[in-house]
């Protein structure tokens, strides 16, 4: 396993401290589907990661990428190790080095010794099955002290280079907790940076490149319904527009000349802020009557201590009232917070929609949101916000308690 590396012996990598950018990891795994789940594993623990499935792959991820770690699938069946290093030792590479592989597997053994006699910064191998938490151990001394600081890139550049993709975190029915829609939530994946949330980029109101944003929006959701519809997984999809997007009477007609017309599309739902909805409830009612005959509803998103302006209306115009998470998480012991939800559920239910509470994050949370009455529930106790092939296979192979 290791010809054509002993003249390489001394050759040691430089070692380093802890970090404050986000670290960069490459798997190398012959297996497309094994590269695919650790990097989402490390993508979940803030590394930016690619893949390689050759040895010919790995150096151009050494020269492109700067990896950190490079984690190296070991199997009976898979790539050849022994490869692999040789090119890390000829390459100088600086990183750190994990082994993946079965347990009380020799291979798995003899990589490690073999990495170390010449020179490379071998971590401790992982060993399958493993948790994430366990993955979190080996590279701990990769990970940032501090949050990385806000990338200095315009969402009109992130646009122009491709970098936003939508994510997507499950909403589900509050009594029977089947999965029964998913709002899709937008992330930048910046090549330095890794995935950036939007809280970094997402420009102001009056921003020109915000009807851009928007326009990426509506488009990817569509083009990801119908990869879900392909995966046999569709899904009722809920997106974030300004109310400012739908005053152009152009924008709202393009909305709706975009929306799926195959016959197992369920409707789209467009959440607004609570604050902009309420100023805004004249036109949006006006909306409302258009979009409607598109099968799209309208949404209140963040709704809390704002909620007795709705209390003067005859009517509204939104299909849903969603409680701002801050007022349903605890919201089982905090008699403030419940007494916030207790009206905004009251408000959907004098109104004829539907309540729903974000912000679930733990099986009390879930108690209350069901004895206050809410329809629909969504937060970490179901599933984070993930990307759209993770979500996809969420769909397919778990229950929904089980992604809680």
């Given at each position: 396993m290791n010809d054509g590396i002993t003249e390489l012996?001394?050759?040691?990598?430089?070692?380093?401290?802890?970090?404050?950018?986000?670290?960069?990891?490459?798997?190398?795994?012959?297996?497309?589907?094994?590269?695919?789940?650790?990097?989402?594993?490390?993508?979940?623990l803030g590394f930016v990661t690619c893949e390689c499935a050759s040895a010919d792959e790995l150096r151009t991820v050494l020269a492109t990428e700067l990896p950190d770690v490079i984690l190296l699938g070991v199997a009976a069946d898979g790539i050849e190790p022994g490869r692999f290093l040789e090119i890390l030792v000829r390459e100088a590479f600086a990183g750190r080095v994990l082994a993946v592989?079965?347990?009380e597997s020799i291979i798995v053994k003899a990589v490690r010794q073999v990495g170390e006699e010449?020179?490379?910064?071998?971590l401790p191998p992982l060993t399958t099955p493993f948790a994430a938490e366990t993955l979190r151990e080996r590279v701990a001394m990769l990970l940032p002290d501090e949050?990385?600081?806000?990338?200095?890139?315009?969402?009109g550049e992130a646009l122009h280079a491709g970098w936003l993709e939508l994510w997507y975190q499950p909403k589900i029915d509050a009594r029977t907790l089947v999965r029964s829609g998913a709002e899709a939530l937008v992330r930048m994946r910046h090549p330095t940076?890794?995935?950036v949330p939007p809280a970094y980029f997402i420009p102001e109101p009056h921003d020109p490149h915000f009807r851009g944003l928007s326009e990426f929006v509506i488009d990817?959701?569509?083009?990801?319904?119908?990869?879900?519809?392909?995966?046999?997984?569709?899904?009722?999809?809920?997106?974030?527009?300004?109310?400012?997007?739908?005053?152009e009477?152009?924008?709202?007609?393009?909305?709706?000349?975009?929306?799926?017309?195959?016959?197992?599309?369920?409707?789209?739902?467009?959440?607004?802020?609570?604050e902009e909805a309420i100023r805004e409830v004249d036109l949006l009612t006006e909306v409302a009557r258009e979009v409607g005959l598109h099968n799209i509803g309208l949404s209140i998103d963040n709704l809390g201590t704002n909620w007795p302006s709705l209390m003067g209306l005859d009517r509204i115009p939104f299909v849903k009232l969603k409680a701002d998470r801050q007022f349903v998480t605890g919201s089982g012991s905090d008699r403030l917070k419940r007494t916030v939800c207790r009206h905004i559920v009251e408000l959907a239910q004098g109104f004829g929609a539907r309540a729903v509470a974000q912000g679930v994050e733990s099986r009390a949370d879930l108690v209350?949101?069901?004895?206050?009455?809410?329809?629909?529930?969504?937060?970490?106790?179901?599933?984070?916000?993930?990307?759209?092939?993770?979500?996809?296979?969420?769909?397919?192979t778990r229950t929904v308690m089980g992604e809680a």
């Open positions: 012996v001394g050759r040691r990598p430089v070692t380093f401290g802890r970090r404050k950018v986000t670290p960069r990891a490459c798997v190398a795994d012959s297996k497309r589907h094994l590269r695919a789940f650790l990097s989402e594993v490390l993508e979940d592989g079965a347990r010449y020179g490379l910064a071998m949050p990385a600081p806000s990338p200095a890139v315009h969402v940076w890794g995935v990817r959701a569509v083009q990801d319904w119908h990869y879900l519809l392909e995966q046999q997984s569709p899904v009722d999809l809920s997106i974030n527009l300004p109310a400012s997007y739908l005053s009477p152009q924008a709202v007609r393009d909305l709706c000349r975009r929306v799926p017309t195959h016959p197992a599309f369920g409707g789209l739902t467009v959440e607004i802020d609570s209350a949101a069901n004895e206050l009455g809410f329809d629909l529930v969504q937060g970490f106790l179901f599933g984070k916000p993930m990307p759209l092939k993770k979500f996809a296979r969420s769909a397919l």
